[in-house]
Every structure is written in structure tokens, then in C-alpha cells.
């Protein structure tokens, strides 16, 4: 069972609010993520970090930051919401060993900014 | 940059329905995952494929890693409302690979 937890869940936000996104795990997993993913389409990589104060931007532009200052912690940080920031975003760790890479997802966090 | 296409896009079919989802590419993966995401949810990690022609089944579901690593096929047999839900495939790359490449997915819609 992943144990991997995003809060909140949902978020309803203001235009030009500064939000910070939540995701913790407790499997000791060195590898983080963070996902853009619009309802019922691909999921698109906006940042990633390889452990403790490494992060890398992902594949989709994104006005996010992130830190990793901690194994367990990677949260998340959008200095002045937009509209457009409007999506589901979901939190990831993976593990690897016997040449795989298995990810474990958060229950994700909806984002609606008005 | 490896790709993963992922066909069809969309299903709809009936309770009781066989149905197979393919995920194909043009990269070896070192292994490849399937998982499946229900709405507001995160993905679920449903198995894990490594070795080429391997083939995993989980009850109704029975998964196939095509011989060269570069393909993958998800067959649900006797599919059941429960079944609804979008199909990722995600691939990885071995030792030190830091991501997985996922697919866009199959959005599959079992009606009662």
C-alpha cells in the first residue's frame, strides 16, 4: 500500500493568491514528482527531484516552484494564482530495483482559481 | 525523447465486453507499467512488466509485454462497470532513470 498524501484536496482561490501544494510520503523514496493533468487527459510532468535538495523543471513550462528540503517533503509553491493555473495536480514518488521503476501517486490536489 | 502512444484514446462498450488496449513505441523501456486512474483520483499502479513476452494476469485483466520491450497490450476479459477508468501505460528506462514516460492514455467506459 503507497503511502503518499497530498493536502488539501480541492482548493477554490482568489486570483493573485500565493498557494503552496502539500505532498509527503513515508517510503523513504528518493525520487519526488509533480504532475499537471487536466480531467481525463495525459498527465504532464511539471517539476521532479532526485532527494534532498535537487529539483529539476519537467517537461511542461509551469510558473511553480518546488523544494526539497526534506526525503519525505516536496511541496509545491505558486507565488500568484491564475486562471489558467486551474487543473488537477498530483504528487508522485517512485522506487527502483530489479530494473524497475514503479511510481505511487497522491490522490492529487483540484485546483480552481477564480 | 521516447514516446508512448497509447490506442484507442477512447472505449465505450458494454458489461460482459472483451476488450484489449495497446501502448506501442518506437524505444526499448526496461520496464513498463500499467496503471489505471479513476476521476478525481490518483493513478494506481495495477503491474509491472520487465521481461520481453512476459505475461502477468490480475483476475479479469491479463497484461503482455510484446518481445522486443517496445510494446504492451492490457486485455480485460468480461469487463465490468467497475473497469471504468483511464488505462495509463508508463515506461521506464533502467537503472538511474530518473522518470517515467507515460502514455496519453485510453479513457474506457464499461456501461451496464
Known amino acids: 500500500e503507497a503511502d503518499i498524501y497530498q493536502t488539501p484536496r480541492y482548493l477554490v482561490i482568489g486570483t493573485g493568491k500565493k498557494i503552496t501544494l502539500e505532498c509527503s510520503q513515508t517510503?523513504?523514496?528518493?525520487?519526488m514528482y509533480w504532475y499537471q493533468q487536466d480531467p481525463g487527459m495525459e498527465l504532464h510532468l511539471i517539476h521532479y527531484?532526485?532527494?534532498?535538495?535537487?529539483?529539476e523543471k519537467g517537461d511542461l513550462s509551469s510558473e511553480s516552484t518546488v523544494s526539497r528540503i526534506r526525503t519525505e517533503h516536496f511541496p509545491l509553491t505558486l507565488e500568484s494564482a491564475r486562471p489558467s493555473h486551474t487543473s488537477q495536480y498530483l504528487c508522485?514518488?517512485?522506487?527502483?530495483?530489479?530494473?524497475?521503476?514503479?511510481?505511487?501517486f497522491g490522490q492529487g490536489t483540484r485546483l480552481t482559481v477564480v | 525523447t521516447q514516446l508512448l502512444e497509447q490506442s484507442p484514446q477512447f472505449l465505450s462498450i458494454q458489461e460482459g465486453e472483451n476488450l484489449t488496449v495497446y501502448c506501442n513505441s518506437s524505444?526499448?523501456?526496461?520496464?513498463l507499467q500499467w496503471y489505471r486512474q479513476e476521476p478525481g483520483e490518483g493513478p494506481v499502479l495495477l503491474v509491472t512488466?520487465?521481461?520481453?513476452?512476459e505475461v502477468k494476469k490480475l483476475k479479469r485483466l491479463t497484461f503482455q509485454f510484446g518481445d522486443a520491450r517496445k510494446d504492451s497490450s492490457l486485455h480485460i476479459t468480461a469487463a465490468q462497470p467497475g473497469d471504468t477508468g483511464l488505462y495509463l501505460c508508463?515506461?521506464?528506462?533502467?537503472?538511474?532513470?530518473?522518470?517515467?514516460?507515460f502514455g496519453k492514455g485510453t479513457k474506457l467506459s464499461v456501461i451496464p
Open positions: 508508463a515506461g521506464g528506462s533502467g537503472a538511474g532513470s530518473y522518470q517515467l514516460t
Open positions: 517510503m523513504g523514496h528518493d525520487k
Open positions: 512488466v520487465v521481461t520481453g513476452g
Open positions: 527531484s532526485y532527494g534532498v535538495n535537487s529539483t
Open positions: 524505444s526499448v523501456f526496461s520496464s
Open positions: 508522485a514518488s517512485s522506487k527502483q530495483g530489479g530494473g524497475r521503476t514503479e511510481a505511487f
